[in-house]
């Protein structure tokens, strides 16, 4: 007989994707202001790209906000002192944290690329120790969830975070969950979809 299918993760029992809240705006359809916002993301580092996706799709619907809100995420995510490496590390421990599904599906591409082990993405997926991180990592995800559990960070985990990182690392990282924590509550709200309708990274509330 047949052994029985390994029974499945909490990811894969999700329900599909919850229908997007707002409706997409295209580029014949933008107003001055949405189309300012629009070149001033084509135009920083992140680049050109087919068309605006995820929270910058949000934003052209208050796009006053859009314009301060991307330009602190350019600087959190590429002029920071932190390595990529150790910036996509925060990055997915906040996006954890918050169950964020298209900032997992963004990042988690980027955090390998940067250097971080698939078996640390893994283990970040599932909310579970670190095994293989190295160790800056380590100390900069135990810092996130610590800020996230109890709203502070103890002595301990600040040292040990600092020792790397140093006074200015420090406050560019609590920058850097502050902004994707942002990013993740906007993605969640108007349920931002996965481009091509992939799966989803985490299981949705019922």
Same mark, same amino acid.
């Given at each position: 007989?047949?052994?029985?299918?390994?029974?499945?993760?909490? @990811?894969?029992?999700?329900?599909?994707?919850?229908?997007?809240?707002?409706?997409?705006? #295209?580029?014949?359809?933008?107003?001055?202001?949405?189309?300012?916002?629009?070149?001033?993301?084509?135009?920083?580092?992140?680049?050109?790209?087919?068309?605006?996706?995820?929270? =910058?799709?949000?934003?052209?619907?208050?796009?006053?906000?859009?314009?301060? /809100?991307?330009?602190?995420?350019? =600087?959190?995510?590429?002029? #920071?002192?932190?390595?990529?490496?150790?910036?996509?590390?925060?990055?997915?421990? #906040?996006?954890?944290?918050?169950?964020?599904?298209?900032?997992?599906? /963004?990042? +988690?591409?980027? @955090?390998? &690329? +940067?250097?971080?082990?698939?078996? #640390?993405?893994?283990?970040?997926?599932?909310?579970?120790?670190?095994?293989?991180?190295?160790?800056?990592?380590?100390?900069?995800?135990?810092?996130?969830?610590?800020?996230? &559990?109890?709203?502070?960070?103890?002595?301990?985990?600040? &040292?040990?975070?600092?020792? =790397?990182?140093?006074?200015?690392?420090?406050?560019?990282?609590?920058? %850097?969950?502050?902004?994707? /924590?942002? %990013?993740?509550?906007?993605?969640?709200? =108007?349920? /931002?979809? %996965?481009?091509?309708?992939?799966?989803?990274?985490?299981?949705?509330?019922?």
């Amino acid at each position: 007989m047949a052994k029985k299918r390994a029974s499945k993760t909490s @990811a894969e029992r999700s329900a599909k994707a919850p229908k997007y809240r707002l409706k997409e705006i #295209t580029d014949e359809q933008m107003t001055a202001l949405q189309r300012a916002l629009r070149d001033a993301i084509y135009s920083g580092p992140r680049g050109i790209r087919k068309k605006l996706t995820g929270p =910058f799709q949000i934003w052209l619907n208050a796009p006053e906000l859009g314009h301060l /809100a991307q330009a602190l995420g350019a =600087f959190v995510r590429y002029k #920071t002192s932190l390595s990529p490496r150790q910036s996509e590390t925060a990055i997915l421990a #906040t996006a954890h944290i918050w169950k964020a599904q298209y900032e997992w599906y /963004a990042h +988690a591409p980027m @955090a390998e &690329k +940067a250097g971080v082990k698939p078996a #640390t993405v893994k283990d970040l997926q599932a909310g579970r120790a670190l095994k293989s991180a190295a160790k800056d990592e380590q100390a900069i995800v135990d810092f996130v969830r610590e800020l996230y &559990k109890i709203r502070r960070v103890s002595d301990r985990t600040y &040292k040990r975070v600092h020792a =790397f990182l140093g006074d200015k690392g420090v406050v560019e990282l609590v920058g %850097i969950c502050g902004y994707y /924590a942002l %990013i993740s509550m906007t993605l969640n709200t =108007f349920r /931002a979809e %996965i481009p091509g309708g992939g799966s989803l990274p985490f299981a949705e509330p019922k």
